[in-house]
């Protein structure tokens, strides 16, 4: 199955990431248009789940929007979490009624594409049990994520997706609980290695990963 890349240049606010998506998916639900993965970096916004936990967000919205944020409560699943500068976002448009896995092997795949491209650029990352999406320093006192996960499935088709921290600047998730976990801390690329990737080197090397552990 042939999937098209769209890396959208730029940051990009979420709503309009969020209406691309919906648009998408009723084309390829439709079959008019292609499988797509949208790679993007969104201007800052916090995210919140469909079953999300309010209280996760840690300050008013008052205070985001001096920041020059805001929250918003989507359809996905998972809790809150922080799309801004310096992340990379990757969402999947996909026919998954089409294919031989379902949602839990969809996940996992997600998650091993990530995997493979943090160990391209030197970040050794895993998955933590009950815990969604892909992680640093597993079974330390200081594990930490790298990349949160949150997906929606409709009428077969996959939206929403992953968030990988590149150069990301990891204040923002001092103002939440990110992904509804208090002891646990986030990291990056950049944090991990000390160096401080291209972002579209890293979505190229994504994407590969993503048509690999998707199609195969």
């Not at 801004?84 to 976002?89: A, E, M, S, W």
Request: proline share 4%; glycine share 10%.
């Amino acid at each position: 199955m042939s999937i098209d890349i769209r890396i959208i240049p730029g940051l990009l606010p979420y709503r309009e990431g969020w209406d691309m998506q919906h648009r998408l998916l009723d084309e390829v639900d439709r079959g008019v248009s292609p499988e797509t993965i949208l790679i993007v970096e969104h201007a800052p916004v916090f995210t919140l789940g469909f079953h999300g936990n309010a209280a996760n967000m840690l300050v008013s919205e008052e205070m985001l929007r001096e920041r020059g944020a805001e929250i918003l409560r989507v359809e996905r699943g998972g809790d809150i979490t922080f799309h801004g500068p310096g992340q990379l976002v990757a969402y999947p448009i996909l026919r998954l009624r089409d294919r031989r896995f379902g949602v839990k092997s969809y996940v996992s795949r997600l998650e091993q594409s990530v995997i493979d491209t943090c160990a391209d650029f030197g970040v050794e990352s895993g998955r933590v049990e009950d815990a969604t999406g892909v992680w640093c320093g597993i079974g330390t006192p200081a594990e930490r994520k790298i990349c949160a996960i949150g997906v929606k499935v409709s009428h077969g088709v996959t939206m929403h997706g992953l968030a990988l921290n590149v150069t990301t600047d990891l204040d923002w998730f001092r103002l939440i609980n990110p992904c509804g976990f208090i002891t646990k801390g986030v990291t990056s690329i950049a944090l991990e290695t000390g160096v401080a990737p291209a972002f579209g080197d890293v979505a190229d090397t994504l994407a590969s990963h993503l048509l690999r552990n998707l199609t195969e």
